[in-house]
């Protein structure tokens, strides 16, 4: 390897903000929001990644109730459908990052309006759920 290519791999990694334990508002994403991309953690792991490239580690931060494995189920089905891209550094590191592609980016307005819509709709959104709960979940389904 040559020397310049040598330093490259030297150099420390440029300093990142780390996320917000609490970026999440109780609000949104929420289980109250009707449209979801993915599973449960899908459109919280694309808002971890809107400032830049991440690691496993820095994930789990804001995302608390989140188990390794079901972390990793979401980004293996994220970076399965093109949202989502994994970046392993060569040895002797061997860093894994998670980055957005530009498919990925591109959900973060959607996400925006979603979120936004459940504000508007909040009270709604909770008096349907807990009419939904009191009435059980076979309540208007045709057989």
């Known amino acids: 390897m040559r020397e310049a290519e040598r330093e490259r791999e030297r150099e420390p990694e440029p300093e990142r ?3 917000d334990p609490e970026m ?8 109250l929001v009707p449209f979801r991309i993915g599973d449960k953690w899908a459109s919280m792991i694309l808002r971890c990644l809107e400032g830049g490239p ?7 931060v804001p995302l608390p109730g989140i188990t390794s494995k079901s972390l990793t189920q979401s980004l293996r089905a994220l970076e399965r459908d093109g949202f989502v891209v994994r970046t392993q550094q060569a ?8 980055a957005l592609t530009p498919l990925g980016r591109g959900l973060l307005g959607p996400l925006d309006a979603a979120c936004d819509w459940t504000r508007e709709h909040w009270d709604e959104l909770i008096d349907a759920r807990e009419t939904g709960l009191a009435v059980g979940p076979s309540a208007g389904v045709d057989r």
């Open 17 to 19: 903000e780390p996320l």
């Open 54 to 60: 991440r690691r496993f580690s820095e994930l789990k």
């Open 24 to 31: 999440f508002d109780p609000v949104c994403p929420s289980p």
């Open 91 to 98: 040895p002797p590191e061997r860093r894994v990052e998670y």
